[in-house]
């Protein structure tokens, strides 16, 4: 047929639409022709002004434009694709956008049948139809426009191509999503049930929501099913990667890719794309937060710390209220309080929460902090919704992920139903939560039960967290022990304790790091000192000393293997509280009752001070059953006559928790004893005088207790000042062992 002839008839086109379909109905002309007569067609003037607007940006002033190109030349294949292009670029997949959808895939429809195969037209159209989850045809639609810039020789530009395989990989992804983690329990499975509760069809069948133990039983005789749809992950990736070759920029294409290699534990493989996706875009807060959540998971903790502020620092105001708010954690009646409080109350109180819950201070990264935030990506990375405009840690899966972490065992069913239920079991002890999913859609919510049970536990378990360096926590034998200090209103705090070396895997040779951190009650730091020491025969004994202002703090022991931070072992740790007060001159007090581990012993014939005494100090508060227990205390105020000496007198008492008290015998004492009490005596008694140096006595002693059983025991010391009637008292806490098991 003549050019002209056909090209009169396509002009007829948009005047009688009925009459020129059933002509080209008669004519075989090829599609070839039609995007050839396309071709010479001269682009309109209002054409060409649109194209400029959109490459300044002005995109409304461009569709407006293109509207206008589209009515008054109705048959101008490029306006209709780029307006329908435009159209469905900013068309959401809410069910709201419907109708801008419509009107996208009738202006690409009309350039399809003026254009042909065109391999533009084919892609927007195939993108189009995956946004309407039209997926099994999109996905055809979008292999034809491969195809036919293959067989045209075309070369798709980059940023289509990345287009294209973004959208193929998104269509696997919803095929594969049905299948990830799916799983048959056979009929020969033993059946979940849960004594006295009856869930479906009849008393044997229960919730596993409430029975997280027997899901457990059950789910090992599960069949996983997802190997069978292993292609559809296999083309899924390999879409994504594509997307990303073509434009190693392409955000959502890298988020998408990066997920499932997180799923699979492809750290190195994921450390790449998301480090590239951060040279291309730097200042993106997503691309900050996957790095950082990569680097965390790797055990570079400095890094990832870096890397999670820069994401927060680059977040839009609302979304970086949601990685300062630890409400999440916080057990309800505690999260109302916090809710309550103003944004700087909130900011030291996330400061303390952190503080509290971080699992160690030898590093100098919070752990805890540090995996809040790795949380919160993690569940922006799995389980963002777009369609429904929803961010991953708003989701029902995602803000359990956010509580509770990573689940123990996960697993869905049932394959032949339209919808899927996803299990989480985080231990045979629970808890268990169960999420519904549609076919195709990636938004899970809330089973009703689980949605209790998740209500429930914010009451008093709003979260759980394992640090994965940490194997073992072990708790670190110390003693402590509160003296007058340097100056008139300063504590002298001494702490003595012993690492257990055989529970930390520390043999002679190794390396031990140590530390002591001192805080106040709000968790603002004090004071704190961190050793690594190479450990000989002999072992290894803690020793520290601070003063400090009377009042109350924590403190912190801690003790483990020296070697890199991501290095998983165990940790000997101790954390208290302790409070100190003034020991004020011309007021008679009492030292605490330091426990030695032999007899206190003079070094000379002075015993004026405590530099003329051998003191062991005891690293910790057990002592052996029938061994002698060893004290030194200093006496400070007390009355002093003309020749500086001061004259006291003592009682001394063993209690059990019920405050009976056992007949003891002092073995040995300080210098001017001047009467002891019998030895079967409840309460030991003796008097001293002593010479008054600097406003202080110090005095040692120690006791047999006969026929003492192991427990708990206090050791309660009187002292009465001679001269003026004043009283004082100290008891020590003694935990009593059998004899073989030694003291410490």
Same mark, same amino acid.
């Given at each position: 047929m003549p050019l002209q002839c056909f090209s009169d008839r396509l002009q007829l086109l948009s005047q009688h639409a009925s009459l020129c379909l059933a002509i080209l109905a008669l004519v075989e002309a090829p599609a070839a022709m039609l995007a050839a007569q396309n071709d010479v067609r001269v682009e309109p003037a209002s054409y060409r002004l649109a194209l400029a607007l959109l490459d300044a940006g002005d995109t409304a002033s461009a569709v407006d434009r293109l509207r206008d190109v589209v009515e008054e030349v109705p048959d101008f294949g490029p306006a209709l694709l780029r307006l329908g292009s435009i159209l469905s670029s900013q068309a959401h997949e809410i069910e709201r956008q419907y109708d801008q959808r419509m009107e996208a895939e009738r202006l690409l429809e009309r350039a399809h049948r003026l254009m042909g195969s065109d391999p533009e037209v084919l892609l927007e159209y195939g993108l189009l139809l995956r946004k309407q989850h039209v997926r099994v045809d999109a996905k055809r639609v979008l292999d034809r426009a491969w195809k036919a810039a293959e067989e045209k020789g075309e070369s798709i530009s980059r940023d289509n191509r990345a287009r294209m395989h973004f959208e193929l990989g998104r269509i696997y992804q919803a095929w594969w999503e049905d299948w990830d983690g799916l799983v048959m329990v056979p009929p020969t499975a033993e059946r979940i049930s849960c004594s006295g509760i009856a869930w479906g069809g009849g008393p044997d069948q229960a919730s596993p929501v409430l029975c997280p133990e027997a899901w457990a039983e059950q789910n090992e005789q599960a069949v996983p099913l997802a190997g069978l749809k292993s292609e559809e992950r296999a083309r899924m990736? %390999?879409?994504?990667?594509?997307?990303?070759?073509?434009?190693?920029?392409?955000?959502?294409?890298?988020?998408?890719?990066? /997920?499932?290699?997180?799923?699979?534990?492809?750290?190195?493989?994921?450390?790449?794309?998301?480090? %590239?996706?951060?040279?291309?875009?730097?200042?993106?807060?997503? =691309?900050? #937060?996957?790095?950082?959540?990569?680097?965390?998971?790797?055990?570079? *903790?400095?890094?990832?710390?870096?890397?999670?502020?820069?994401?927060?620092?680059?977040?839009?105001?609302?979304? $970086?209220?949601?990685?300062?708010?630890?409400?999440?954690? #916080?057990?309800?009646?505690?999260?109302? $309080?916090?809710?309550?409080?103003?944004?700087?109350?909130?900011a030291d109180f996330n400061r303390m929460v952190f503080t509290a819950k971080d699992p160690l201070f030898l590093t100098d990264a919070n752990e805890r902090e540090l995996e809040h935030y790795a949380r919160l990506a993690w569940a922006e990375l799995r389980f963002s919704a777009p369609a429904s405009g929803l961010r991953g840690w708003e989701s029902d899966r995602g803000n359990i992920w956010v509580r509770y972490g990573r689940p123990w065992r996960s697993a869905m069913c049932c394959y032949g139903l339209p919808v899927r239920t996803i299990t989480w079991s985080y231990g045979p002890r629970g808890p268990l939560f169960q999420f519904d999913k549609r076919l195709t859609y990636r938004r899970a919510r809330f089973e009703v039960k689980s949605f209790v049970v998740a209500e429930a536990l914010e009451k008093e378990s709003p979260e759980a967290y394992t640090p994965v360096t940490v194997t073992a926590v072990h708790s670190i034998p110390h003693q402590l022990a509160r003296f007058r200090g340097s100056g008139a209103d300063l504590t002298r705090v001494e702490i003595y304790a012993a690492p257990p070396l055989d529970s930390l895997g520390a043999d002679s040779g190794t390396r031990l790091e140590t530390g002591i951190f001192t805080f106040l009650l709000d968790y603002t730091p004090v004071w704190q000192r961190k050793n690594t020491t190479e450990l000989t025969e002999r072992g290894v004994g803690l020793t520290y000393v601070f003063e400090v202002l009377?009042?109350?703090?924590?403190?912190?022991? %801690?003790?483990?293997?020296?070697?890199? *931070? /991501?290095?998983?072992?165990?940790?000997?740790?101790?954390? =208290? =509280?302790?409070?100190?007060?003034?020991?004020?001159?011309? $007021?008679?007090?009492? /030292?605490? #009752?330091?426990?030695?581990?032999?007899t206190v012993r003079p070094r000379n014939s002075a015993q004026a001070r405590r530099d003329d005494l051998v003191i062991v100090p005891l690293r910790g508060t057990t002592v052996p059953a029938d061994q002698p227990i060893h004290l030194y205390f200093e006496v400070y105020g007390l009355a002093a006559d003309s020749a500086g000496v001061g004259a006291f007198r003592a009682e001394l008492a063993v209690e059990d928790s019920t405050k009976r008290s056992f007949g003891a015998r002092l073995i040995r004492a300080g210098r001017n004893v001047l009467g002891l009490g019998e030895d079967q005596d409840a309460t030991v008694s003796w008097e001293r005088q002593a010479e008054i140096v600097d406003d202080m006595v110090p005095e040692y002693i120690s006791i047999e207790v006969p026929g003492l059983e192991a427990g708990e025991y206090a050791v309660r010391v009187r002292l009465i000042d001679l001269a003026t009637g004043q009283e004082a008292e100290r008891v020590r806490r003694v935990s009593v062992v059998p004899e073989e098991a030694g003291g410490r």
């Open positions: 990736m %390999e879409h994504f990667l594509l997307a990303l070759e073509a434009d190693p920029g392409h955000v959502d294409a890298a988020v998408a890719a990066l /997920s499932y290699l997180a799923e699979g534990g492809e750290w190195k493989r994921y450390d790449q794309i998301a480090h %590239e996706l951060l040279r291309q875009s730097p200042r993106d807060p997503r =691309t900050n #937060l996957f790095v950082g959540l990569g680097l965390h998971n790797r055990g570079r *903790d400095d890094e990832a710390e870096a890397a999670f502020r820069r994401a927060v620092e680059l977040l839009p105001s609302d979304q $970086r209220r949601v990685f300062e708010d630890v409400g999440v954690l #916080l057990p309800r009646n505690e999260r109302r $309080r916090y809710e309550a409080a103003d944004r700087l109350e909130r009377p009042g109350a703090y924590r403190y912190a022991l %801690e003790a483990r293997r020296a070697g890199p *931070d /991501s290095l998983p072992r165990p940790v000997g740790r101790a954390r =208290t =509280t302790v409070e100190t007060e003034v020991f004020p001159a011309g $007021r008679l007090s009492i /030292s605490d #009752l330091l426990l030695a581990a032999d």
